[in-house]
């Protein structure tokens, strides 16, 4: 079986362990080409584990041992590797995308992007339901679950510096026990920047800590674990609770339409402060995405004395919604017939990848 010199020359540089973006640059292929080379190395039998660092870089390891093997299909684990001096650490929260759904809104979810470039952010929790599945709330555009994951696939947005892991919850799940689409597979293939090995719970192990990523699923449950932080998604309404043990909870507020428990779609800025590798302040800031970005609140906890300090909402939370509804009624129509509203037309980001 012949191989080409470009795949030659691509596993020599991850034999001597260049980022996937320095592969991209010395091969002057797009990211989306990487990928795909890696599935076809993968058909030839060649596997590599990945490890993700903190400044959004990819590095792929050559699995060479069954044990290597076994770990990569067996653990829900993932870590995001930090650099000994890095004492602070700032990541956007975002749940309940619902891709599929009418209600979605990715121009939201392009904001965000846009506000973690601006603000040197390079990791994305997302905190389930990517996808619409094959149940829903209200209707759905796009009714195939392969075609959800397909628009996921091409239209949530890229930057070479920016990765995002989630935890896979009950709608994306439908697509499996109902159709028996994985997206895991799928993003595994297509999507390195996107980083899905679980549903229900995910495991992030960040220097001596861990955040647990969880959402409901059919039969699952919140598994107990080691994490100092737990973020849930599901319950589309942004709230805080510190436990008695000083686990932090903090439930993640849907970055969609879908606001059956909350007045408008927002995302958190939650910034870590590490000390002898252990978190032990947060800082959560509550973020619209209107004509600026908006701060409504800020909230922060210590996880090694326990307790909390809440500041004054910054905004009127209702004075937002209006905005936010005032502006999505101008760039729409209305469909007479469902007196429903309709989305403009979705930006496809794949050119960026």
Same mark, same amino acid.
């Not at 470009?6 to 020599?12: A, E, G, S, V």
């Not at 389930?128 to 628009?151: A, L, R």
């Not at 937002?320 to 009624?329: F, G, V």
């Given at each position: 079986?012949?191989?080409?010199?470009?795949?030659?020359?691509?596993?020599?540089?991850?034999?001597?362990?260049?980022?996937?973006?320095?592969?991209?640059?010395?091969?002057?292929?797009?990211?989306?080409?990487?990928?795909?080379?890696?599935?076809?190395?993968?058909?030839?039998?060649?596997?590599?584990?990945?490890?993700?660092?903190?400044?959004?870089?990819?590095?792929?390891?050559?699995?060479?041992?069954?044990?290597?093997?076994?770990?990569?299909?067996?653990?829900?684990?993932?870590?995001?590797?930090?650099?000994?001096?890095?004492?602070?650490?700032?990541?956007?929260?975002?749940?309940?995308?619902?891709?599929?759904?009418?209600?979605?809104?990715?121009? *939201?979810? /392009?904001?965000? &992007? !846009?506000?973690? +470039?601006?603000?040197? =952010?390079?990791?994305?929790?997302?905190?389930?339901?990517?996808?619409?599945?094959?149940?829903?709330?209200?209707?759905?555009?796009?009714?195939?679950?392969?075609?959800?994951?397909?628009?996921?696939?091409?239209?949530?947005?890229?930057?070479?510096?920016?990765?995002?892991?989630?935890?896979?919850?009950?709608?994306?799940?439908?697509?499996?026990?109902?159709?028996?689409?994985?997206?895991?597979?799928?993003?595994?293939?297509?999507?390195?920047?996107?980083?899905?090995?679980?549903?229900?719970?995910?495991?992030?192990?960040?220097?001596?800590?861990?955040?647990?990523?969880?959402?409901?699923?059919?039969?699952?449950?919140?598994?107990?674990?080691?994490?100092?932080?737990?973020?849930?998604?599901?319950?589309?309404?942004?709230?805080?609770?510190?436990?008695?043990?000083?686990?932090?909870?903090?439930?993640?507020?849907? *970055?969609? /339409?879908?606001? &059956? !428990?909350?007045? +408008?779609?927002?995302? =958190?800025?939650?910034?870590?402060?590490?000390?002898?590798?252990?978190?032990?302040?947060?800082?959560?800031?509550?973020?619209?995405?209107?004509?600026?970005?908006?701060?409504?609140?800020?909230?922060?906890?210590?996880?090694?004395?326990?307790?909390?300090?809440?500041?004054?909402?910054?905004?009127?939370?209702?004075?937002?919604?209006?905005?936010?509804?005032?502006?999505?009624?101008?760039?729409?129509?209305?469909?007479?017939?469902?007196?429903?509203?309709?989305?403009?037309?979705?930006?496809?980001?794949?050119?960026?990848?």
């Amino acid at each position: 079986m012949m191989m080409s010199e470009q795949t030659i020359k691509l596993i020599k540089l991850i034999n001597e362990g260049k980022t996937c973006n320095e592969i991209c640059h010395i091969l002057n292929i797009s990211n989306k080409q990487l990928y795909n080379n890696l599935t076809i190395l993968q058909n030839k039998g060649f596997h590599y584990k990945r490890k993700y660092y903190s400044n959004g870089a990819i590095v792929y390891k050559p699995i060479t041992s069954v044990m290597m093997l076994d770990n990569v299909y067996t653990s829900n684990e993932k870590s995001i590797i930090t650099s000994p001096n890095e004492l602070e650490l700032k990541v956007l929260l975002i749940s309940d995308l619902h891709y599929g759904n009418e209600f979605e809104r990715n121009d *939201l979810v /392009d904001r965000a &992007f !846009n506000y973690c +470039i601006k603000n040197d =952010i390079h990791i994305i929790f997302l905190c389930g339901d990517m996808i619409d599945g094959t149940s829903t709330h209200t209707e759905q555009y796009i009714s195939n679950v392969y075609e959800q994951i397909e628009h996921l696939v091409k239209d949530y947005p890229f930057d070479k510096n920016i990765l995002t892991f989630s935890v896979g919850g009950n709608h994306d799940e439908n697509g499996l026990r109902k159709s028996g689409q994985n997206i895991i597979e799928i993003l595994r293939n297509y999507r390195h920047d996107i980083i899905i090995s679980s549903y229900n719970n995910f495991f992030i192990d960040i220097k001596n800590d861990q955040i647990q990523l969880f959402h409901n699923t059919h039969k699952g449950k919140l598994i107990k674990s080691k994490s100092s932080i737990i973020l849930h998604g599901h319950r589309h309404k942004y709230s805080c609770e510190q436990e008695k043990s000083k686990i932090l909870h903090i439930y993640v507020p849907a *970055l969609s /339409d879908l606001n &059956f !428990n909350q007045p +408008i779609p927002t995302a =958190i800025l939650m910034t870590l402060q590490f000390d002898s590798g252990y978190i032990y302040d947060v800082n959560l800031n509550q973020i619209y995405f209107g004509d600026n970005d908006y701060i409504l609140n800020e909230v922060k906890f210590n996880l090694l004395r326990g307790g909390h300090i809440k500041t004054p909402n910054t905004l009127n939370e209702e004075k937002i919604r209006k905005e936010s509804y005032d502006d999505y009624i101008k760039k729409s129509t209305i469909d007479d017939s469902k007196k429903l509203v309709k989305k403009p037309e979705r930006l496809n980001q794949i050119e960026k990848i």
